[in-house]
């Protein structure tokens, strides 16, 4: 009995061991070399504006330039036939930019614990070196993003010419033109005869400075007309030899922190300061109910521009709107409390509750209104939206209907961020100010990792539209290797 068992048991193993060596074995998954589809990145020219150059943290710097979007993208293009890209790199990290040792841009900012805050206030005075009259770089650039350029700006002659500045030349530009200092950006580009290209950003400018303006008037948004022939323009000639490129939607920019972050009832009040502000806006209001009696108003609009402070830690504060009834001829100012539905630009975070003159009862946003340039009413949100979608509209159809151009929906990754945001590599990134992670202590632009996301989006949409497999060939970029912020002691 015993030996039946044990030849029994010498069975049983001998299955199970033929079953084992039988059990197909998983195969390795195999990556694709990378190849470059039917692009051509031999000589990569990046036009735009702050995105493309870099900027951050309110500065162009050359850690910053450093982790631009087209930087980032020239060094995974290197590994498909890419060739060298040169940037017009600032003198240090500072920041800032100098005319003949004159400032006429302020270094970066950095975090100081509680709030962004300039870098001169964290580390004492700096000297800014990058001066556009003493030590300008030579080119050719392949990186020909200018900050603040706007559609139009980038075929303009003139643009980067020192004659010109500061009424018709941009200090970046100047940077850049070398002995060409007439030459437009696009000429720049066209010169060198780039086989790819990205165009991005191109529009934001011709909305964003109406935006942190609040409106004012200042300025203005560039027209449909001329945003239409500017971009035509600029896509027509940088693909006429055949060079295939990348462009970019408009993102709406009041989604970003720099017109979110400030509440628009931050004011704290005891209920004595409350009844002393009261006192002072009693005349205002008794004006609003005779305009009611005179019927210049409907008691509707005399509610809404009613000024009731209350004892509370969150009262709204008191605004300019050139859109309510001019009610001047009678001595009324425009004076409204400000509502959720309003947008304060950053800038108002440090502003509100200030003095003026030195005047402790003259108190911005508080016994004096707000002026224009602080807010974003509604109505002046919608004329950015409006034209934020005619810019989107001819930027889709002119890459519809060019078959060597691809579009990457800019507005639909912003719109994301800042909604329910975008995991990367494990990290998830919002729009939200400091702690989103992708957006810089300017509220505005990019950090280097929220650069790098943007990056990712470029090779993915390339993958798509011309062939190449950056992605599944594992050739993305991580989001480890780049930071959310820089540090002050960076120099």
């Not at 030849?7 to 390795?28: A, K, N, R, Y």
């Not at 935006?211 to 000639?237: H, R, W």
């Not at 002026?371 to 950015?384: C, R, S």
């Not at 890459?399 to 691809?406: D, L, Q, R």
Request: glycine share 8%.
């Amino acid at each position: 009995m015993k030996i039946k068992y044990i030849w029994l048991l010498v069975i049983l193993v001998g299955f199970f061991s033929c079953d084992d060596l039988e059990s197909p074995i998983p195969e390795q998954e195999v990556i694709p070399e990378l190849t470059s589809g039917t692009a051509d990145f031999s000589n990569y020219v990046a036009l735009g504006a702050s995105f493309t150059a870099g900027f951050t943290d309110n500065a162009l710097f050359k850690a910053s330039q450093q982790n631009s979007f087209p930087n980032m993208l020239a060094s995974k293009f290197a590994l498909a036939g890419g060739g060298d890209f040169t940037q017009p790199l600032m003198n240090d990290n500072f920041g800032g930019l100098a005319a003949n040792g004159n400032r006429i841009t302020d270094p970066r900012l950095v975090f100081n614990g509680s709030a962004p805050a300039g870098l001169e206030t964290v580390i004492g005075p700096v000297t800014v070196s990058t001066d556009i009259v003493l030590n300008n770089p030579t080119g050719p650039f392949n990186n020909l993003g200018v900050p603040g350029a706007k559609s139009f700006h980038l075929v303009a002659e003139g643009f980067g010419n020192l004659q010109n500045f500061p009424t018709a030349a941009n200090p970046y530009a100047i940077r850049i033109t070398g002995g060409a200092s007439n030459a437009s950006i696009l000429d720049l580009a066209l010169e060198q005869n780039p086989t790819f290209f990205t165009l991005s950003e191109i529009g934001g400018n011709d909305v964003l400075g109406y935006a942190i303006s609040g409106g004012d008037g200042t300025n203005t948004i560039t027209d449909a007309t001329t945003f239409n022939n500017a971009f035509g323009f600029l896509v027509s000639e940088l693909t006429k030899n055949g060079a295939k490129g990348v462009v970019t939607t408009v993102p709406y920019i009041t989604d970003l922190a720099h017109f979110t972050t400030v509440p628009h009832n931050p004011v704290p009040l005891n209920e004595a300061s409350a009844n002393q502000i009261n006192n002072g806006y009693a005349q205002y209001n008794g004006g609003l109910a005779t305009m009611v009696t005179l019927g210049q108003i409907t008691q509707e609009e005399a509610d809404k521009r009613t000024i009731q402070f209350m004892a509370s830690a969150t009262n709204a504060v008191v605004i300019e709107d050139e859109n309510l009834t001019d009610l001047s001829t009678f001595g009324i100012p425009s004076y409204r409390h400000a509502t959720a539905e309003d947008l304060l630009v950053l800038p108002a975070l440090n502003f509100i509750g200030t003095a003026v003159n030195n005047d402790p009862t003259k108190l911005n946003g508080i016994t004096v209104p707000l002026k224009d340039k602080w807010v974003l009413t509604p109505e002046e949100q919608m004329e950015i939206s409006t034209a934020t979608d005619t810019f989107n509209a001819t930027i889709t159809s002119v890459a519809n209907a060019n078959e060597n151009v691809a579009l990457l929906d800019l507005n639909a990754i912003l719109t994301e961020l800042a909604s329910t945001g975008i995991m990367f590599d494990g990290y998830s990134l919002k729009s939200s100010l400091v702690t989103g992670g992708a957006i810089s202590l300017d509220g505005i632009h990019l950090t280097a990792r929220g650069y790098a996301l943007m990056a990712n989006k470029f090779l993915e949409i390339i993958d798509s539209e011309f062939g190449s497999n950056f992605k599944v060939s594992g050739n993305l970029l991580k989001a480890s290797n780049y930071q959310t912020n820089y540090t002050p002691a960076l120099q």
